[in-house]
């Protein structure tokens, strides 16, 4: 299996939402945190705090309109519980990336641990590498539409 499928598997199990509302990062997080799906043992509030918190020690946006959000430390307990949620933002915001583009979409990663979240990143970072798959994310492509892409470009 490889690592862009295990990327597919954790974007269908973390959903993609259209047209969140949120002026700053802090608004857009607050939205997100009550629509993504989270286990018992974990709260909105919990998942708010811990993007927001990471988000005052440096900018999740990674340029081309991307952001990346995450804790600083992990949230879930158990592999299978990690998911990536793609979220577009129904308005851009600035969130100070390095190539000084207002951020239209976001991946939130909800990690089991720190080897899980770096394989995870580099996974991602490899896909927004290619042209094809930064065209989906432009035109707000939905689940099924991102999935199959990923798959196509392993």
Do not use: W
């Not at 949120?22 to 286990?39: A, C, K, Q, W």
């Not at 999740?60 to 158990?78: D, E, F, Q, W």
């Not at 994310?137 to 991102?146: D, Q, R, Y």
Request: aromatic residues 8%.
């Amino acid at each position: 299996m490889s690592s862009e499928f295990d990327i597919a598997r954790l974007i269908h199990k973390g959903g993609v939402y259209d047209n969140v509302e949120g002026d700053t990062p802090e608004g857009v997080y607050r939205n997100i945190s009550t629509m993504i799906p989270l286990p018992a043992y974990t709260t909105a509030e919990s998942v708010y705090d811990a993007l927001t918190a990471r988000e005052r020690v440096l900018s999740t946006a990674v340029g081309n309109g991307i952001a990346l959000p995450h804790a600083r430390a992990p949230i879930m307990k158990s592999e299978d519980e990690q998911q990536v949620c793609i979220i577009y933002l129904k308005n851009p915001i600035d969130m100070k990336a390095p190539d000084e583009r207002r951020v239209f979409v976001m991946f939130v990663l909800l990690t089991f641990n720190s080897q899980s979240h770096l394989r995870i990143l580099s996974s991602l970072v490899t896909l927004f590498r290619k042209p094809q798959f930064r065209k989906l994310l432009e035109k707000h492509a939905g689940e099924a539409e991102l999935l199959n892409a990923i798959r196509e470009l392993d």
